[in-house]
């Protein structure tokens, strides 16, 4: 296994869109929320354990989530374990970990994913991350990875790629574009030159933090001034007062869509961002009428058909006459929700939170 290769999991978000189920104190990625015995980030981790050594994994999360790291990945170093003090997007996340790695080892090649996606050919996901790492170590780009689009889905970010090549499977990107509407989503789908944005990104340590250089200099300056403390007892403080001063931005939208030497693979691995209770439903084992159930010991249904249903597998639940729902509950909180309306569930948390304070959220 090459001891140059790093991967940094992204462990920060809340997870709203799947409340009551993931929660401020317990969000999605601490969760087994496909039921299958694991949760996100430990799927992710033994991914990675595939890719590169133990040691050269890092999780970055909120400071408030280190215990649940260190309980779901018990193998995991303190040092291993960076901590953020506050939200600010991807991109200060991106280079506290790169500049980091750096400080460890200038000819890292390092893949940075988010830690709560689904990833069902992991053969295919190792291969595409290897053959990734190679590229970015001979070459001084910046990779990401793009999934070949299955529908004109509106949930996801598109990139439009060039036939400009290096090594002829990583094309030049042209553009990258926000979720579009559904005519724009089918335009996309139908040039055959668009692909899904899976937020999955490879490159070199000098090539990444070159580009923060270039691009979001002030970062740079906020990062590249702690290389003397990173690994050692200061580190946490020093980054505690850099967030601070860190511009809330993305990595994409601070660097990849303004870089020109972003190449994207083309992808297939059976990748699911599980951004929303729609994809959970999509993957899930469903009863011959269409329910999903999360889990399915006691919980028993009558003329209703097409559900999405997870409650705590202790308690019963009977359902009858119900059709295209969403049933969820978590500790103290029940949810009831039609299917097409789903996207109105950040909106329920901000109202529970504004009207019943954060103890529901």
């Known amino acids: 296994?090459?001891?140059?290769?790093?991967?940094?999991?992204m462990a920060g978000g809340i997870g709203s869109r799947f409340w009551p189920i993931s929660r401020t104190s317990y969000p999605k990625q601490f969760i087994d929320i496909l039921g299958t015995g694991?949760?996100?980030?430990q799927n992710t981790y033994e991914r990675f354990l595939k890719v590169c050594p133990a040691e050269n994994i890092f999780v970055v999360t909120n400071e408030n989530y280190a215990q649940l790291v260190k309980e779901q990945i018990p193998g995991m170093a303190d040092n291993q374990i960076l901590t953020e003090p506050v939200m600010r997007n991807t991109a200060p996340c991106v280079a506290y970990g790169c500049f980091k790695i750096e400080s460890l080892n200038p000819d890292a090649a390092i893949v940075v994913a988010p830690s709560d996606h689904l990833i069902l050919d992991e053969a295919a996901f190792v291969a595409t991350?290897?053959?990734?790492?190679?590229?970015?170590?001979?070459?001084?780009?910046?990779?990401?990875?793009?999934?070949k689009p299955s529908r004109p889905d509106t949930g996801?970010?598109?990139?439009?790629?060039?036939?400009?090549?290096?090594?002829?499977?990583f094309h030049k990107v042209k553009t990258f574009t926000e979720k579009p509407n559904t005519e724009l989503a089918k335009t996309f789908?139908?040039?055959?030159?668009?692909?899904?944005?899976?937020?999955?990104?490879?490159w070199s340590a000098g090539a990444i933090v070159q580009a923060f250089g270039s691009y979001l200099p002030d970062m740079y300056e906020i990062f590249a001034e702690a290389r003397s403390v990173y690994n050692t007892a200061d580190e946490k403080k020093h980054v505690h007062n850099a967030y601070q001063q860190c511009t809330n931005i993305s990595i994409d939208y601070g660097i990849m869509e303004k870089a020109d030497n972003v190449y994207v693979l083309p992808s297939e691995f059976g990748w699911s961002d599980l951004g929303t209770w729609a994809s959970i439903y999509e993957l899930s084992e469903k009863d011959y009428v269409g329910n999903a159930v999360i889990p399915a010991d006691k919980v028993i249904m009558y003329d209703s058909s097409n559900c999405m249903v997870n409650v705590p597998?202790?308690?019963?639940?009977?359902?009858?006459g119900l059709h295209d729902y969403i049933v969820v509950e978590s500790n103290n909180s029940l949810l009831i929700c039609p299917r097409d309306q789903e996207q109105n569930i950040k909106q329920v948390v901000a109202d529970v939170k504004q009207k019943f304070g954060v103890k529901y959220i």
């Open 156 to 169: 996801y970010g598109y990139i439009q790629f060039t036939e400009q090549t290096i090594g002829e499977d």
């Open 189 to 202: 789908i139908q040039s055959g030159d668009f692909l899904w944005n899976a937020g999955i990104f490879v």
């Open 38 to 41: 694991k949760t996100l980030i």
């Open 1 to 9: 296994m090459n001891k140059n290769y790093y991967a940094i999991i």
């Open 313 to 320: 597998g202790e308690k019963l639940v009977i359902l009858q």
């Open 129 to 147: 991350i290897q053959k990734s790492l190679e590229t970015a170590s001979a070459n001084k780009c910046l990779i990401t990875l793009g999934i």
